[in-house]
């Protein structure tokens, strides 16, 4: 199938903002989820719907968050708004 981030170019664009420097620096590299195929497996779809499911999308209007740490020593912040993760680490 497809690749649902390159839309089967195999290629992404990265917009980089370096601290205390003016402007922007775009780079053209290989699609890091196909890894340049521009073809997605069963699987790297299903990984990649997990990985934007996991991510607060609502912008955070009350800019509230939730610090949370796992057993395993993970942590970051959630949404208050959505109850998705804005941070980790």
Known sequence: MKCKVCKGSGKVTLTVTEFGKPG???S???CVHCKGT???TA???ADHKAMEDFWCKCGNPSEETEYYEYADGTHGWTCKDCGKVV???
Do not use: L
Request: aromatic content about 0%; overall charge negative; hydrophobic content about 25%.
């Open 43 to 45: 699987k790297q779809a």
């Open 24 to 26: 922007e620096t775009k």
């Open 38 to 40: 521009g073809q997605m």
């Open 87 to 89: 941070q980790v680490g």
């Open 28 to 30: 053209e590299i290989d």
